[in-house]
């Protein structure tokens, strides 16, 4: 409860540090006069959620930026997993994705422009592309970094290829693929937004963007208000999800470490404690038992 106050409390203090610059007119170096106050995108946010295009805009962005994701997902993890095991797949993709990937995702406009028939498809290219990236590298790294012992110990047993796969490199890459997502849904949202913004009819970016045109400074910080709660929102639920589905991890704990023990008198060093032997128990147990052990699990 500490922390969700402590949570609760720093937003208060920006929201209220907001309203106390942009109220008074504050000009030292930036100019908060520009600004409109939080008490005037809150009007607007009521004004937008009583009128049916913010929901339009709402349901649009959400359908644009769940379709790309979810292709990102399934093709990042593929190409991944794909080019970590395969060197002929490293060979023959490798190259080009390495020459695409440094291109960023909204520079890719007008080739979704010339590629598709509509907008709503490009739309979509720009998000996919956006999040393909980060999920494919994530992966790739994940299951090259698993313990070969793993997969040895599945084969002694007489799994196959396929054995392989469902029982140590996907379960073992899950932490990785899914920090991978967190980043990948984080850059769909800029690039979805920016899309809109360029070539979008309807959507959050889109609305953003033309009451920028119109001097509509309150509704654009609705806009803004509007991404980020959305982009929290969608970040959350791929983190869930990934503790859901890797819950066998250990997880890091926030309890203090233990104090050292003070010496018997002032400037005695303390006796360095000898390292014990290790237990029989400890001693006939190996690693490679204990990895096996894991997999079989």
Known sequence: MTRYALRVASLAVALGLW???TSRDIDLWLRFSQ?????????AFAGRLAGPDYWTDLTDSLTRILTGFLLAAVLGVATGVLVARSRLAEDLLGPVLEVIRPIPA?????????LFPSNEQGIVFITCTAAFFPVLVSTRHAVRALTPVWEEAVRTMGGGRWRVLGSVVLPGALPGVFGGLSVGIGVSWICVISAEMISGQYGVGYRTWQDYTVVDYPGVFVGMVTI???GWLTSTAVELLGRRLTHWLPRASYAPLPARPRSARAGTAAPSARPSAPSAREDTQPEEARDEHLVRD
Do not use: E, R, S
């Open 19 to 21: 309203q106390l610059l």
């Open 228 to 230: 980020g709660v959305l």
């Open 35 to 43: 600004f409109p106050t939080v008490t005037d995108v809150a009007h």
């Open 106 to 114: 909204i520079a890719l406009v007008p080739v979704a422009i010339l």
